[in-house]
C-alpha cells in the first residue's frame, strides 16, 4: 500500500469520525436529549476506542491488516447509517459504539509496521 493511500484513509476515516460525532450531537438535540445524554453520547466515541485498542492490535497481528481495516470501515458505514435508519436516541448510542469501535480498528491497522501494509 502507497504512502499517499494510506495517508487517504486515514485522513478518510478521521474526518468521518469527527464530523459523526458533531451530526450526531446536533441529531441529539435535535431528538431531544439532555445535557447529561449528549455527554454520555460524546463519552460512548471515546470509550469503545480506549477499551478495544489493544484487541484490535492483536486482532491485525494475527490476521493481518486487511481484515480488521475492512471490518473497520464496514462498522463506521454502518454506525453512520444507523441513526438515519432507526431516528431514535438508542440508534445514537448504539451508532457511536459501533463507529468508535470501527475508528481504533481503522487507526491500529493504519499504524501497523510498513512489512506487514505491503501484503496488500
Not at 476515516?13 to 436529549?33: C, D, I, P
Not at 445535557?35 to 477499551?51: H, K
Not at 454502518?78 to 481503522?106: C, E, K, T, Y
Amino acid at each position: 500500500m502507497k504512502l499517499s493511500q494510506i495517508v487517504a484513509l486515514v485522513l478518510l476515516n478521521s474526518s468521518g469520525f469527527k464530523g459523526v460525532r458533531f451530526l450526531n450531537t446536533l441529531y441529539a438535540l435535535e431528538l431531544g436529549a439532555s445535557p447529561f445524554a449528549i455527554g454520555v453520547l460524546l463519552a460512548m466515541y471515546a470509550l469503545f476506542p480506549l477499551l478495544f485498542a489493544v484487541y484490535a492490535g492483536k486482532v491485525a497481528d494475527r490476521y493481518g491488516v486487511r481484515l480488521p481495516l475492512l471490518a473497520g470501515m464496514i462498522a463506521m458505514t454502518l454506525g453512520v447509517l444507523l441513526p438515519f435508519a432507526r431516528p431514535s436516541l438508542l440508534s445514537l448510542f448504539v451508532a457511536a459504539a459501533v463507529v468508535g469501535l470501527g475508528f481504533i480498528f481503522v487507526q491500529v491497522s493504519m499504524q501497523s509496521a510498513p512489512s506487514s501494509r505491503a501484503a496488500w
